[in-house]
């Protein structure tokens, strides 16, 4: 599996005020011929060593450095510039700027978006070698490191300022090859359905479910983190959809299934977020059924079941089902489970106070054939997180492609 950056990586690079900031230009280079989207903001410091101009030139991005920035914020704002970056990289991180991101402080444009980003942290440390061992320095190393920060470098060698020892800038092409472990899911192909379907009953009017499709689009943002070739199927939703290998809009059942059967055998893994309506009228009206009696009566039909077809397809991918229940949450999420041949299924309550359908966040019971885990009430894109991680350490576990 490789280790470098995928194509399409959003990378805001954090240039600290060093004289190692002029590698930065070229490593700017090397992470976008790996095809990675490098947004630079640099300390104020670091515009004394590199003009901002020439990372614009190398990045096609202007350089952001501050904070109240008027005609930045009109477009976006440091909070939006956070949610952008999938990887933060600080190159060079100089002894001051590792001081202040492990005290939290947030003083500057650059250590402001660490503290608002969920997107992980890697700095590229670059400074005097007595000021690299320094209890200090080492002290602030640990608390970075506990909190998961990656640290890439430093080098030893002949110093800017005539001494040698560690304290180096490693060299963009290291620093770009070292950004990025091999990630769990990196290449596996993944098919997922997110959000509602609409059954029509006329041209007006359509049978349909409180979906809103943000935990799906979440999952699938997730799952590319995690290297993950993603192909989305969304019912009709409000949301815009996160960058992917492709997203098929489509608005039934019946649409729904084509498309997921269309791409069933090319996936590896199948993941159906989507609340797909379980009946479809059995004759739509042609014209807009008025309003002329008492009672109305439409005949019903079922639908497809979509995610048991894809299980029972063989060779199957490794398939993950979804289950929205608002009583016995776990007993129906286990009996589907096993009468559909699932994998896994993430089962969660609805039509309760929190969680559920059209709301911020959710919390899940996973559920396999010998064990689960609860996934506690939070975020969608926290919780989506996490479950990505869980279906990623089964899918490794039972489905690993051989050596």
Wanted: glycine share 8%.
């Amino acid at each position: 599996m490789s280790t470098q950056p995928s194509a399409g990586s959003r990378i805001l690079l954090g240039v600290g005020g060093g004289i190692a900031a002029y590698k930065s230009v070229e490593l700017v280079r090397r992470l976008s011929e790996q095809g990675c989207e490098v947004q630079v903001v640099m300390t104020r410091a670091a515009t004394a060593f590199v003009g901002p101009l020439t990372f614009q030139a190398v990045s096609g991005r202007p350089a952001r450095v501050e904070m109240l920035d008027p005609g930045a914020e009109a477009g976006m704002g440091h909070i939006e510039l956070a949610r952008w970056a999938d990887q933060i990289l600080i190159a060079p991180a100089t002894a001051d700027l590792m001081a202040r991101l492990a005290a939290g402080i947030a003083d500057d444009l650059l250590t402001t978006l660490v503290l608002a980003s969920p997107a992980p942290l890697a700095i590229a440390p670059a400074m005097n070698q007595q000021m690299w061992r320094h209890p200090a320095t080492q002290d602030n190393l640990a608390r970075l490191c506990a909190r998961g920060v990656q640290v890439i470098g430093p080098g030893v060698g002949i110093q800017a300022c005539g001494d040698e020892g560690p304290g180096r800038m490693l060299e963009p092409a290291e620093i770009a090859a070292a950004l990025h472990p091999a990630r769990p899911l990196d290449g596996a192909r993944v098919l997922l359905t997110a959000g509602p379907t609409r059954e029509p009953l006329d041209p007006v009017r359509y049978l349909g479910n409180r979906s809103s499709g943000r935990m799906g689009y979440a999952l699938a943002e997730a799952l590319t983190a995690l290297g993950a070739r993603v192909t989305l199927v969304s019912g009709p939703t409000a949301l815009t959809p996160p960058p992917l290998e492709q997203v098929v809009q489509v608005e039934t059942a019946l649409q729904m299934h084509a498309e997921v059967i269309a791409r069933a055998a090319a996936c590896e893994l199948f993941v159906a977020t989507a609340a797909v309506a379980d009946y479809r009228p059995v004759a739509p009206a042609e014209t807009k059924i008025k309003k002329e009696h008492a009672a109305l009566e439409i005949r019903l039909e079922r639908n497809p079941d979509i995610l048991a077809e894809v299980a029972a397809h063989r060779p199957a991918p490794f398939t993950v089902g979804f289950a929205a229940e608002t009583e016995r949450v776990e007993h129906y999420a286990r009996g589907k489970l096993v009468d559909k041949g699932l994998d896994m299924i993430a089962a969660n309550r609805v039509g309760g106070p929190r969680g559920g359908f059209e709301r911020e966040e959710n919390a899940l019971t996973v559920l396999w054939s010998d064990g689960q885990r609860e996934l506690p009430m939070m975020a969608k894109p926290r919780l989506a997180r996490a479950l990505a991680e869980l279906i990623a350490e089964r899918y490794l576990e039972h489905h690993a492609p051989s050596s």
